[in-house]
């Protein structure tokens, strides 16, 4: 079992959303996963220029760090997502590595794993940026199961008890990657989106023939 945490603060080892992030890693590996932790901040990822080039050939045009990114989350079965809320959203660097996985989205290429996410904001909202963050990762076709929001500003000693939460949190997810717990209402809801792009993509078939190809090597569209 291995679980990838993914942290967006610009503030290195002194980002209070890190300490979260490592939190739910800790509680990960006290249900034996193997854990690993990557910081957006020392990595380029350029903007997506919807040129459309992944959805036909599933190669990007643009040359940078997000390749291997990319090939570490599709390696994990867990992924932590990280953020302090930066005007009621994540972060740059975060904003633009959803925005590269739009052939993800397409392909539900996170089906089968699952997910959570933290936040630390100043005063407020935090649990709305947890809950984007969340919802990107549905959308991408992984499990969310749950999050853990904090606003230390309003309480600095709010964060060590938030620090706990995400412990459990990160137990909750290994348990959840082992089939442990059960989500069967977001189970419906994966497969109506995959039922949705199965159609967009098959509509668009002689365009996105990369996408066509990943529906038929999974099974989810079946060639006459």
Not at 19 to 48: F, H, N, Q, S
Not at 93 to 121: E, N, Y
């Amino acid at each position: 079992m291995k679980i990838l945490g993914l942290i967006a603060s610009p503030r290195g080892k002194e980002s209070r959303t890190l300490c979260l992030v490592d939190a739910v890693l800790e509680g990960a590996r006290k249900e034996g996963a193997e854990t690993e932790l990557i910081d957006l901040y020392t990595l380029r990822i350029e903007y997506c220029t919807a040129c459309g080039s992944c959805y036909a050939t599933g190669d990007c045009s643009l040359m940078d760090d997000f390749p291997e990114l990319f090939d570490a989350i599709l390696d994990a079965d867990g992924i932590v997502l990280g953020s302090p809320n930066y005007i009621d959203s994540v972060t740059a660097p975060l904003k633009a590595v959803f925005d590269r996985m739009a052939d993800a989205i397409h392909c539900q290429m996170l089906t089968g794993k699952f997910g959570c996410s933290v936040c630390t904001a100043g005063g407020s909202n935090e649990d709305e940026v947890v809950a984007y963050m969340n919802h990107v990762l549905t959308v991408l076709g992984a499990t969310a199961v749950g999050g853990v929001g904090v606003a230390v500003g309003r309480d600095p000693t709010a964060l060590g008890r938030a620090e706990e939460e995400a412990v459990l949190l990160g137990k909750q997810l290994a348990r959840s990657i082992r089939g442990e717990l059960e989500y069967p209402e977001q189970e419906e809801i994966h497969r109506q989106r995959r039922e949705y792009f199965r159609q967009l993509v098959t509509a668009n078939r002689e365009i996105w023939r990369h996408e066509y190809d990943w529906y038929v090597t999974m099974g989810w569209i079946k060639e006459e």
